[in-house]
């Protein structure tokens, strides 16, 4: 008896081995863990582009054997969806449904559809937190429940169909998730092309000091010093400055306002914490002017760390990164 049809037409023959393995690995756990034999009683049988599943009746029960047959094919079919056809369906939003036509702006927000998908932070992170697993476990099982029971009624199953015209909870989770990810990407691109137009402006100016030393205390509070470490006067900002900052930036504000105004030649960081975004905001805007120290006599003192005497005498790459 035929119990079951599984049908891709859009498969390759590379994809449909792959459908293939999905569904022979999925049973082969079903085997491993049941007395009965829905293992012998049932086989599949590859044509082209379908998976057809027969059942012998002298071993095979519908009622009591099916169910299991169906749950470990939905899985199957849902693992397949998740890994292979996800980035497809993707890649498909951004282009219609949100109208991004060009290659490489779509290629970008697919990266950070990845991003999120694979619980990594758009900073990059090597390792794929356990999250991660997780959620994507969660999708599976979602489109799972939804294959299983239209199994449970239906003894074919056209999964290009399927997958267009009846997961809309799926679709709807993706929509949201590349929705997102666009607003990332925007936000993004917005806050690079002000970093260079910070860029430009700190260019355009005239330097004014030599040095200045900047003491990072701790959060957002700083202290500028001058060439001789003695605490530089409040000045005036930059009217356009003040005002490009106000609206794009937080937490730097006052630091990159001043900076620009007083434009120093050279800027020496010292802080104790080199990995805050607000270090790499403020390399990326002065470039080659800045230089974080981590430890020297002058900051060690602010920090209550000792006087330049008592510090081990550390290669100057150990103090200060260029």
């Given at each position: 008896?035929?119990?079951?049809?599984?049908?891709?037409?859009?498969?390759?023959?590379?994809?449909?081995?792959?459908?293939?393995?999905?569904?022979?690995?999925?049973?082969?756990?079903?085997?491993?863990?049941?007395?009965?034999?829905?293992?012998?009683?049932?086989?599949?049988?590859?044509?082209?582009?379908?998976?057809?599943?027969?059942?012998?009746?002298?071993?095979?029960?519908?009622?009591?054997?099916?169910?299991?047959?169906?749950?470990?094919?939905?899985?199957?079919?849902?693992?397949?969806?998740?890994?292979?056809?996800?980035?497809?369906?993707?890649?498909?939003?951004?282009?219609?449904?949100?109208?991004?036509?060009?290659?490489?702006?779509?290629?970008?927000?697919?990266?950070?559809?990845?991003?999120?998908?694979?619980?990594?932070?758009?900073?990059?992170?090597?390792?794929?937190?356990?999250?991660?697993e997780a959620d994507r476990l969660r999708r599976k099982q979602k489109v799972a429940s939804e294959i299983e029971a239209f199994l449970a009624e239906?003894?074919?199953?056209?999964?290009?169909?399927?997958?267009?015209?009846?997961?809309?909870?799926?679709?709807?989770?993706?929509?949201?998730?590349?929705?997102?990810?666009?607003?990332?990407?925007?936000?993004?691109?917005?806050?690079?092309?002000?970093?260079?137009?910070?860029?430009?402006?700190?260019?355009?100016?005239?330097?004014?000091?030599?040095?200045?030393?900047?003491?990072?205390?701790?959060?957002?509070?700083?202290?500028?010093?001058?060439?001789?470490?003695?605490?530089?006067?409040?000045?005036?900002?930059?009217?356009?400055?003040?005002?490009?900052?106000?609206?794009?930036?937080?937490?730097?504000?006052?630091?990159?306002?001043?900076?620009?105004?007083?434009?120093?030649?050279?800027?020496?960081?010292?802080?104790?914490?080199?990995?805050?975004?607000?270090?790499?905001?403020?390399?990326?805007?002065?470039?080659?002017?800045?230089?974080?120290?981590?430890?020297?006599?002058?900051?060690?003192?602010?920090?209550?760390?000792?006087?330049?005497?008592?510090?081990?005498?550390?290669?100057?790459?150990?103090?200060?990164?260029?």
């Amino acid at each position: 008896m035929e119990l079951l049809t599984v049908s891709l037409m859009s498969a390759s023959d590379e994809t449909m081995e792959k459908l293939e393995q999905n569904l022979h690995d999925e049973f082969a756990a079903l085997h491993s863990t049941t007395n009965r034999k829905p293992r012998s009683a049932v086989r599949m049988e590859r044509e082209e582009q379908a998976i057809r599943f027969f059942a012998d009746l002298h071993d095979f029960h519908l009622e009591k054997d099916g169910p299991p047959v169906y749950r470990k094919t939905a899985s199957a079919l849902a693992g397949y969806i998740v890994a292979e056809l996800e980035p497809l369906l993707i890649k498909a939003i951004i282009r219609k449904q949100f109208h991004y036509e060009d290659p490489q702006e779509a290629e970008a927000i697919e990266r950070y559809c990845r991003n999120l998908l694979d619980g990594a932070q758009f900073a990059g992170e090597e390792s794929e937190p356990a999250g991660a697993e997780a959620d994507r476990l969660r999708r599976k099982q979602k489109v799972a429940s939804e294959i299983e029971a239209f199994l449970a009624e239906n003894t074919r199953i056209h999964l290009d169909g399927f997958v267009t015209f009846r997961l809309a909870p799926y679709w709807e989770e993706l929509r949201e998730i590349t929705a997102y990810a666009i607003d990332e990407y925007v936000m993004d691109k917005q806050y690079q092309e002000f970093i260079s137009l910070l860029k430009y402006f700190v260019r355009m100016q005239e330097v004014k000091l030599p040095i200045v030393h900047v003491l990072h205390k701790g959060g957002s509070e700083f202290a500028l010093y001058d060439e001789h470490f003695e605490l530089l006067d409040a000045a005036p900002a930059d009217r356009i400055v003040v005002d490009m900052l106000e609206s794009e930036m937080n937490m730097e504000d006052m630091i990159v306002s001043t900076l620009i105004t007083v434009s120093p030649k050279q800027i020496v960081i010292h802080t104790r914490q080199p990995e805050l975004a607000v270090m790499r905001t403020l390399e990326s805007i002065f470039e080659n002017r800045v230089r974080l120290c981590v430890e020297c006599g002058h900051c060690g003192t602010y920090f209550g760390e000792g006087e330049q005497e008592q510090l081990p005498d550390l290669p100057r790459a150990q103090r200060i990164r260029t």
